[in-house]
Nanobody
Framework: QVQLVESGGGLVQAGGSLRLSCAAS????????MGWYRQAPGKQRELVAH???????NYADSVKGRFTISRDNAKNSVDLQMNSLNPEDTGVYYC??????????WGQGTQVTVSS
């Protein structure tokens, strides 16, 4: 069973930055994809950013140019650098990984709140 532990959420003013980190309990070389989803109050969970084992990245249009996803092989983590935050970025951010059997694992979520 893969365990994912997220950190880095919090309260920030509009225009500020946060960095989320998701540490896996096993080597991230076991995963062919990693990423972040978020869920705002009253809305469906949506993909924020995704990175493959080959380093290909994909972002939601709403975060392109502001967010950057990266993998840290030494720390077995996937990080999300979030800049120029706005209130629409508020939500619970969930880390996920997908292994080569296409099984997905999810973190517990971390709250991000952006005040105007």
């Amino acid at each position: 069973q893969v365990q994912l532990v997220e950190s880095g959420g919090g309260l920030v003013q509009a225009g500020g930055s946060l960095r989320l980190s998701c540490a896996a309990s096993t080597s991230i070389f076991n995963f062919n994809a990693m990423g972040w989803y978020r869920q705002a109050p009253g809305k469906q969970r949506e993909l924020v950013a995704h990175i493959t084992s080959g380093g290909t990245t994909n972002y939601a249009d709403s975060v392109k140019g502001r967010f950057t996803i990266s993998r840290d092989n030494a720390k077995n983590s996937v990080d999300l650098q979030m800049n120029s935050l706005n209130p629409e970025d508020t939500g619970v951010y969930y880390c996920y990984v997908r292994d080569y059997t296409v099984r997905a694992y999810w973190g517990q979520g971390t709250q991000v709140t952006v005040s105007s």
